[in-house]
T-cell receptor, first 113, second 113 residues
């Protein structure tokens, strides 16, 4: 089955700096890669996603890149702000997976003023 | 439009007790899933359903049962609670059309003593 590895497990950045989280996946058939943000005590919420026919996607300060050959994808947050502090999860799924996601273990991001 | 609703939000059980976590969605999503979240382990799939009357096991199904009698509801039953089932449980739903995000409920924090 699919296996998703996520690094780092914790990331501390100064406000205004950039943060990068990396994930690798094992199943070459995976074709959908969402990123979820989870604030303390809250539910995971989608912040950005990318499909396998796209190499990069950007939404304001957030971008995701996908390298299908190497089977890895990354989340980039620029100009970090204290409200970016949260746990971020990457995930992978494929068309015939009946709605199932394989999640990474999560990255705790702390943005210090 | 309430999205995905889980009840209860918090629960304390004694070892050996049984209980049902409720999940309901009003988005007419065919796909529904239950995940458990433990520190450092991300979200792990317990059971999932692709429509009314159809369920299957995920990564960590032992000690849990599910049923899906309607499109809207997907309850998770703990048969005989154990301390190892102390966790935060999330229900999620997703449309089967294409690769799309999963919507999560607000979670149930369960403690088994």
């Amino acid at each position: 089955g699919e296996n998703v590895e996520q690094h780092p497990s914790t990331l501390s950045v100064q406000e205004g700096d950039s943060a990068v989280i990396k994930c690798t996946y094992s199943d070459s058939a995976s074709n959908y890669f969402p990123w979820y943000k989870q604030e303390l005590g809250k539910r995971p919420q989608l912040i950005i996603d990318i499909r396998s026919n796209v190499g990069e996607k950007k939404d304001q300060r957030i971008a995701v890149t996908l390298n299908k050959t190497a089977k890895h994808f990354s989340l980039h947050i620029t100009e970090t702000q204290p409200e970016d502090s949260a746990v971020y999860f990457c995930a992978a799924s494929k068309t015939d997976s009946w709605g199932k996601f394989q999640f990474g273990a999560g990255t705790q991001v702390v943005v210090t003023p | 439009n309430a999205g995905v609703t889980q009840t209860p939000k918090f629960q304390v059980l004694k070892t050996g007790q049984s209980m049902t976590l409720q999940c309901a969605q009003d988005m007419n999503h065919e796909y529904m899933s239950w995940y458990r979240q433990d520190p450092g382990m991300g979200l792990r799939l317990i059971h999932y359903s692709v429509g009314a009357g159809i369920t299957d096991q995920g990564e960590v199904p032992n000690g849990y049962n599910v049923s899906r009698s309607t499109t809207e509801d997907f309850p998770l039953r703990l048969l005989s609670a154990a301390p190892s089932q102390t966790s935060v449980y999330f229900c999620a739903s997703r449309t089967p059309t294409g690769e799309t995000e999963a919507f999560f409920g607000q979670g149930t924090r369960l403690t088994v003593v």
